[in-house]
């Protein structure tokens, strides 16, 4: 049981770039959420999604996009990079979307915009 | 909107000190609280939470937090810490009435760090 896994560990991007950051969960998890994690700023909600196909803005969704095809997957896409994206970004499941429900987070992506 | 407030974001402790890390949230509602903990290197693993009962809730390695619904407060202790507790301490909010999602509302983080 892997848990959470996040892929790439670490990204170099020149601004205007895209790229997908890819997050996956073996636990059978309905609920899936992004967060980025900026010093001093602690973790802020991106993305998040309920179940396979249903997906809903979080706190600072701007320049990101989601989609859930499966309950596995829930890759965050970044369609123009900006510096002001620079940030670790953490992946997170819970086994609902009851508030109540522990989150269990990723290694995080280590993003640098150029 | 709801916010939570760390305000203490560095701590140095010598070994076997006592610990208390304040959080405080805004929100005048029902909540659940959590501590979250990330170690050096490693991602974020739940240390406690609160959702209702006993104000006083234990979590692993020998951390515990206090919620005073009066003071809008959730502190974490120990009472004797470890070099092994250096990490960066996170406190977090759900409301019950923001809607949709188990979305949470991190506050700002204290690094802890234990001294031998």
């Known amino acids: 049981n892997a848990g959470v896994t996040q892929t790439p560990k670490f990204q170099v991007l020149k601004t205007g770039q895209s790229m997908t950051l890819q997050c996956a969960q073996d636990?059978?998890?309905?609920?899936m959420s992004w967060y980025r994690q900026d010093p001093g700023m602690g973790l802020r909600l991106i993305h998040y999604?309920?179940?396979?196909?249903?997906?809903d803005q979080g706190e600072v969704p701007n320049g990101y996009n989601v989609s859930r095809s499966t309950t596995e997957d829930f890759p965050l896409r970044l369609l123009s990079a900006a510096p002001s994206q620079t940030s670790v970004y953490f992946c997170?499941?819970?086994?609902?979307?009851?508030?109540?429900?522990?989150?269990?987070f990723g290694p995080g992506t280590r993003l640098l915009v150029l | 909107a709801q916010s939570v407030s760390q305000h203490n974001h560095h701590v140095i402790l010598s070994e076997a000190a006592s610990l208390e890390l304040g959080c405080n949230y805004s929100?005048?509602?029902?909540?659940?609280l959590f501590w979250y903990v990330q170690y050096p290197g490693q991602h974020l693993q739940l240390l406690l939470k609160?959702?209702?009962?006993?104000?006083l809730v234990k979590g692993i390695k020998g951390f515990e937090a206090e919620f005073i619904k009066s003071k809008f407060s959730f502190n974490l202790r120990k009472p004797s810490v470890q070099w092994s507790d250096t990490a960066e301490y996170f406190c977090?909010?759900?409301?019950?009435?923001?809607?949709?999602?188990?979305?949470?509302?991190f506050g700002t983080g204290t690094q802890l760090k234990v001294e031998l």
């Open positions: 997170a499941s819970s086994t609902t979307y009851d508030r109540q429900e522990t989150q269990y």
């Open positions: 636990m059978n998890h309905e609920y």
């Open positions: 999604s309920v179940g396979a196909g249903i997906t």
């Open positions: 929100y005048g509602g029902t909540v659940n």
């Open positions: 609160y959702f209702s009962g006993d104000p």
């Open positions: 977090a909010v759900n409301a019950i009435l923001t809607g949709g999602g188990n979305k949470l509302t």
